[in-house]
């Protein structure tokens, strides 16, 4: 047997291995979900905390506005939470907007720290350190500057995470609000739902496992005290703090009925920068709790770190050795003796593959459609693959701040308008008045 054929062998028992997994994920997810679903998602608690929902913000002056609306819609007791917005090392108009938007609501407790660059523009977590020490409330939630969640979204986290003492963490579940403006949007949207929503889902459903994602998420403030804050190192703070309330004995719950809405990339440009930051953070992660691996007394938590070291490392290179191949094999270089066997694997590869995303959309409204069929098998040739690129990428740019000491700083991604005309970061405009 070749070095060709070996190299095969592996990539395709690699991707099936992978495949088989998130399958199974999927099928726990749907059971979950639909579980879920039969119910309002509600947990009855004697009394509501305090909430301090926090909203670490850069440029955002084309978001905030609509964001703003939405937490102040909160059907949360209004006595019981307050709002705190870094606007942090913003040169657009983000500070009059917010200024604004404070007088307009003189009877909601809107706080805006507005930093420089000697105190803020270090990072989200830097931001979000800034709004912990002023904050009041016992549990704290976390908003990106640009969503819109549903009005019931903040109870239904809350009411979750004070109903059991061995939660740490409650999240819920994001979609594209933009997932019409372009084609790539209409990829991020499939993603979402099947390998981000469904697969939290099929995770908690397993091993009560889910990690916290960037926004739509409460957390107790004594955990983030006892922590120290949020991991100013880490560009996927989100994750960071997952598995540090992993080791300290928690577990974090995920309610599907909790949604926001975000605004994702339309532009592939900005897409490659948010990915590459993704891995950037996660690679931080996997390297910092790799050694949880193999220690028994990290409990279930190992099963994450595994599951991410086979996400970029197993499933990263089996992509590699077989695009490589296919491409090798094209230009004549190479050529598998597997033959009919390899072929056959791969067309069962697809068929799994868009088979495994149509249960996943099937538990959305308007989501199971023929035309979100097609661009899953298409996505599979062209978005699947720059996820490749992004990881390489991602993998050079951390070598490259580990070798030049390099600081973290603020890469936020970069906003939209709503007829999806691109604005410029850090120019001024006309606000409404």
Same mark, same amino acid.
């Given at each position: 047997?070749?070095?060709?054929?070996?190299? +095969?062998?592996?990539?395709?028992?690699?991707?099936?291995?992978?495949?088989? #997994?998130?399958?199974?994920?999927?099928?726990? $997810?749907?059971?979950?979900?639909?579980?879920?679903?039969?119910?309002?998602?509600?947990?009855?608690?004697?009394?509501?905390?305090?909430?301090?929902?926090?909203?670490?913000?850069?440029?955002?002056?084309?978001?905030? =506005? %609509?964001?703003?609306?939405?937490?102040? &819609?909160?059907?949360?007791?209004?006595?019981?939470?307050?709002?705190?917005?870094?606007?942090?090392?913003?040169?657009?108009?983000?500070?009059?907007?917010? %200024?604004?938007? =404070?007088?307009?609501?003189?009877?909601?407790?809107?706080?805006?720290? *507005?930093?420089?660059?000697?105190?803020? $523009?270090?990072?989200?977590?830097?931001?979000?350190?800034?709004?912990?020490?002023?904050?009041?409330?016992?549990?704290?939630?976390?908003?990106?500057?640009?969503?819109?969640?549903?009005?019931?979204?903040?109870?239904?986290?809350?009411? *979750?995470?004070?109903?059991?003492?061995?939660?740490?963490?409650?999240?819920?579940?994001?979609?594209?609000?933009? &997932?019409?403006?372009?084609?790539?949007?209409?990829?991020? *949207?499939?993603?979402?739902?099947?390998?981000?929503?469904?697969?939290?889902?099929?995770?908690?459903?397993?091993?009560?496992?889910?990690?916290?994602?960037?926004?739509?998420?409460?957390? @107790?403030?004594?955990?983030?005290?006892?922590?120290?804050?949020?991991?100013?190192?880490?560009?996927?703070?989100?994750?960071?703090?997952?598995?540090?309330?992993?080791?300290?004995?928690?577990?974090?719950?995920?309610?599907?009925? +909790?949604?926001?809405?975000?605004?994702?990339?339309?532009?592939?440009?900005?897409?490659?920068?948010?990915?590459?930051?993704?891995?950037?953070?996660?690679?931080?992660?996997?390297?910092?709790?790799?050694?949880?691996?193999?220690?028994? &007394? +990290?409990? @279930?938590?190992?099963?994450?770190?595994?599951?991410?070291?086979?996400?970029?490392?197993?499933?990263?290179?089996?992509?590699?050795?077989?695009?490589?191949?296919?491409?090798? $094999?094209?230009?004549?270089?190479?050529?598998?003796?597997?033959?009919?066997?390899?072929?056959?694997?791969?067309?069962?590869?697809?068929? #799994?593959?868009?088979?495994?995303?149509?249960?996943?959309?099937?538990?959305? %409204?308007?989501?199971?459609?023929?035309?979100? #069929?097609?661009?899953?098998?298409?996505?599979?040739?062209?978005?699947?693959?720059?996820?490749? #690129?992004?990881?390489?990428?991602?993998?050079?740019?951390?070598?490259?701040?580990?070798?030049?000491?390099?600081?973290?700083?603020?890469? &936020?991604?970069?906003?939209?308008?709503?007829?999806?005309?691109?604005?410029?970061?850090?120019?001024?405009?006309?606000?409404?008045?």
């Amino acid at each position: 047997m070749s070095i060709v054929d070996v190299l +095969a062998l592996y990539s395709i028992f690699a991707i099936w291995g992978l495949m088989f #997994l998130n399958i199974v994920l999927s099928i726990g $997810g749907f059971i979950y979900i639909m579980r879920m679903y039969r119910t309002d998602g509600h947990k009855p608690i004697s009394e509501y905390p305090m909430v301090t929902v926090m909203v670490p913000a850069h440029n955002e002056s084309i978001v905030i =506005q %609509k964001t703003m609306e939405a937490l102040l &819609k909160f059907d949360y007791p209004k006595d019981k939470y307050e709002i705190i917005v870094v606007n942090d090392n913003s040169t657009d108009q983000s500070a009059q907007v917010l %200024k604004r938007i =404070q007088h307009n609501n003189p009877d909601s407790r809107i706080i805006v720290i *507005n930093t420089d660059h000697v105190v803020g $523009g270090k990072g989200k977590s830097n931001a979000l350190n800034i709004a912990l020490s002023v904050a009041s409330g016992t549990v704290i939630a976390i908003y990106d500057a640009d969503n819109t969640p549903e009005r019931q979204a903040l109870k239904l986290l809350v009411e *979750n995470l004070m109903s059991d003492d061995q939660l740490g963490a409650v999240i819920g579940k994001f979609r594209t609000r933009n &997932k019409y403006a372009s084609l790539l949007t209409r990829f991020v *949207n499939i993603e979402t739902l099947a390998y981000q929503c469904m697969n939290q889902a099929g995770r908690f459903f397993f091993f009560k496992l889910c990690t916290i994602p960037g926004t739509n998420y409460v957390i @107790r403030r004594e955990l983030i005290d006892r922590m120290g804050g949020w991991d100013v190192n880490a560009l996927a703070e989100d994750t960071e703090i997952s598995f540090r309330l992993y080791r300290m004995g928690y577990y974090i719950k995920f309610i599907p009925q +909790a949604v926001t809405w975000e605004q994702e990339p339309q532009m592939l440009k900005q897409w490659f920068k948010q990915r590459t930051r993704w891995v950037k953070g996660n690679l931080y992660v996997l390297k910092s709790n790799f050694k949880y691996a193999f220690d028994p &007394k +990290a409990g @279930r938590m190992r099963l994450d770190v595994v599951y991410y070291a086979m996400v970029y490392l197993l499933m990263f290179t089996s992509l590699v050795f077989s695009d490589m191949i296919f491409m090798l $094999g094209i230009l004549g270089f190479w050529y598998v003796t597997l033959g009919g066997f390899s072929s056959l694997l791969w067309e069962m590869a697809i068929l #799994l593959f868009v088979l495994n995303v149509a249960i996943t959309l099937s538990v959305e %409204k308007n989501e199971f459609n023929f035309s979100n #069929l097609v661009l899953t098998f298409f996505m599979l040739f062209t978005y699947a693959k720059l996820w490749v #690129l992004v990881v390489l990428n991602g993998i050079i740019q951390g070598i490259k701040d580990a070798v030049y000491k390099r600081e973290v700083v603020w890469d &936020k991604t970069e906003r939209f308008d709503e007829a999806g005309m691109k604005k410029k970061e850090g120019k001024p405009k006309e606000t409404e008045k």
